[in-house]
């Protein structure tokens, strides 16, 4: 069905932003972007997306020229390192190269080893050339480099206790909600967090990370592999790997019992699934939101799978949607399982596109021709091309600023989704009338 | 102060001594500056129902494309594609000539564009991809046009991107021999549909065409179709937008195809908006027009000039805003309205790399001073916003006359400022942008007053 077998209209960053995500969830660490000045552009995006404003950017790139692509870019990078260095009094520093040097083949793990040396300084190079793949290529290079370099062996575990693993790997503009949910989740069931890998962690966090019973990864779209290491290298499982997240409340419900299971706490998850049903009914009756709208409603979701198994799930288990089709933007083999497994369990056969880029999503929707869709802003432009006129917006693009963090997960995401849902559905209805 | 000044000089001594001074022309490392690629790329979007294929990772295509959600978005734009060739690590070691021979002719083939812009990127270029070729050879082969812009990330300064791309436009232009009396291009535009820097400046130029009775054939390359850059030979003048872009691409097409060139763009304020008019009616022979478009123009806006002139002669006017802008800015304070200006902060580096421009300024008389302080320097950007601030605090204070400051609400010295950024003050320019000063300027004086708002200060520092 891919409509281009030979070029793509992306829908995800390079390796290189993927990376500069994961750097810049963590504390007091400065981003060097080996590379040419365009580079460190995309890469200064990925601040804002991890809650971080200007004032607490600390990003230089070693601009590099011809003449440096040329004769090599070390000098220029050992400079750069220097003045950040000194210019910031960080904990980290953290190389990340763009294509060219890695093409020219700049040994940028000696220049990072000599300035360690120099500076007291630790810094951990990262190779991500664009080349390498998609921004969830990058997230689990980074990763795996921050492991590799800062992670030690720890003498005690502490008991009850898990690290979350790439939150921000999803297309949630508010993903920190997400994060948000999950740990008072872990909170209300007594267990600990020792570490975010990375969201706001101090380097610290980084280095006790084998002293967790267990990982968490709160993404599909990443993190499989640096999970597997950090399980050879320090025996730390990676739990709940096949279940969806927990999205909807079907979804929610399994992923809390399965977290309570392994820590032995049934009863405290019986009683947060029991609270947070409750709650979506009250809301739900209070606001009269007519979800009975939406029976056989025929929809489509694109979306990365982080955020689609679930939103398949609840649009078909409890809103009784008719979903057409499902595309994931960039669809890491190992989960595809889960979300096959879902749409078995759901007794449906919507049309499903892996790897979608706009072009096969714009297809798609063509030969569908359902009567909504849940998307982002591209999805919001291509419907209108096509003739469809409503397009939940829940993913990244966005058209909208939000103040505030919110959920897609748990039972404030329930509300949160159906809140857009209903929103976008009116403004869009009234688009048409005028 | 002294040891925070690194230059104080007029603008024509700093463009003189731009490469003997002892201040670097380099930016700092932390200052975010696009590439090559990127201007190269966001100047073809400006053409209607184009391809950008971007010979490279995906990641490039996707960073660069933001600029048409935006346009989508905002501008009113259809959604339109931008394609990878999505290089991977075995195409840089193998090459991908065949894959881009593949994907031009099967976006010509399925998506059948009017014209296919194939665009280089770092890793195309260091590995030495025949590009050139590889285009040659399908070109009989598809139905679109076909373009090459070579705009490596690495192979220029950011702004060799907009020439690059300006220059393989023009390759699309077919004079027809003849010239169509009272049709113009506006050039100079380098965003696609989005409205140069600032959301509706237009007005104020077309103001003063359509005074003139010009007719547009094409806004290059501000959503212009192929149809209209073919024509674009064949108009009676090219009018400067930007002067900075607009210079680089009217002053090429004067070459090729002969087309006079107006080039005083950015008219700030009533002598340069009457300048602009007079350069504009003596290249399209209509003087009188002109003139009498003048009349009336100045009719209208001489009061308001006279009135801010009674204010603020003989005070002086800090501006701290893009160099070309603050340039053009500083005619309308000096000359129209008498004021002493002071220009804070013209990076060496934009001045080496607009040297023509500058020169071109300095010929139309207009050089202003200019203060370079260490902010200039700076490294970080939350460190180079504060130390910005505490040098223009420090140069206000030394100023023996009483000062307005031109500039963004980011900075507040604790004069009268006149927010240039506030997007409701555009135009700037032309008769009607003297308009939107007047208001602008009577707010700054009228509540200059009151005290930086806490939440201000605390958000921006």
Redesign the interface.
Known sequence: MT???????????????GAALTVAGIENTAMIIH????????A??AYSYQNVD??G??????????V??VTGGEIKLSY?LN??AS??ECDLLAVLT???PE??GDDVLSVSQNIAEETGVQVVPITV???????YVGIDLALQALIEHLAHPQEKRVESSVNIIAPFASCNPGWMGDLQWVKEVLTALDIEVNAVLCSETPVSHIQRMGAAEANILLTHNAGYGPCTFIEDQFDVPLILKDLPLPIGLHCTRQWIEALGTYFDKEAQASQIIEQGEQEVVDVLRLRFIPIHWFHEHPTVIVGDFTNSIGLLDFITRELEMDPLAVCIRKAPPHARAILESVIKDLGISPKIEYDAD??TVSSVLQEVQPKSIFGS??EK??G??IGIPVVYRLFN?I?RVDYFNYPLMGYEGVLKILEFTINNWRSSATEGFK | MDKRVLFRGSLSELLQGVDTLQLSHTL???H???????TAYWTICGIEGSIP?IH????????AK?LR?FN??YCGC??E?????????Q??IFGAEM?LR??I???DE??HPSIIIVLT???SG??GDDVDAVVENVRDKIQSEILVIKC?????D?RSGYDEAYEALLSLVEPSGTVEKNLANIVGARRGPEPLASPGELPGLMDIYDGLDLKINAVIAQRCSLEQLRKAGDVQVNLSWCTDLGVRLGEMMENRFGTPFAKYGMPYGLTSSILATREIGELIGEEKKAEAFIEKRVADVNPLVKELREELEGKTGIISMGPIRAIHLSRFLSEDLGMNTVIHNVHPYQIKERKKVIQLMLDYGIDPQIIITQSAYT?????SMLSEEEDLREIVQEEPRDVIYFGSAYQFPGVPLVNIDNQESFPHIGFIGVERMYIYIKAALKSYSRPRSPLYWRVLH
């Open positions: 409509v281009l077998q030979h070029s793509t209209d992306p829908y995800c960053a390079c390796s290189l932003y590379g040419p000045q365009g580079c460190e552009v995309s200064s995006a200007y004032t950017k600390l990003i230089a790139s070693s601009k590099m020229t011809e440096d692509v750069t003045q950040l210019s910031y763009g294509c060219a093409i020219i050339g664009g080349f390498r793949g998609s921004e706009i072009a802003l591209i432009h291509l209108k091309k693009p058209d | 700092p490392l932390s975010e500056t696009p590439c090559k690629f990127w294929l490279g990772p995906a990641g490039c295509a996707r960073s933001e959600h989508a978005e259809p959604y594609m931008t394609a990878s060739t999505d290089i991977n690590e195409m840089v894959p593949d994907a002719l099967e976006l399925q998506v990127t770092c890793s260091i590995i490596e990330g690495f192979s220029g950011f490294f970080g950007e939350m460190k």
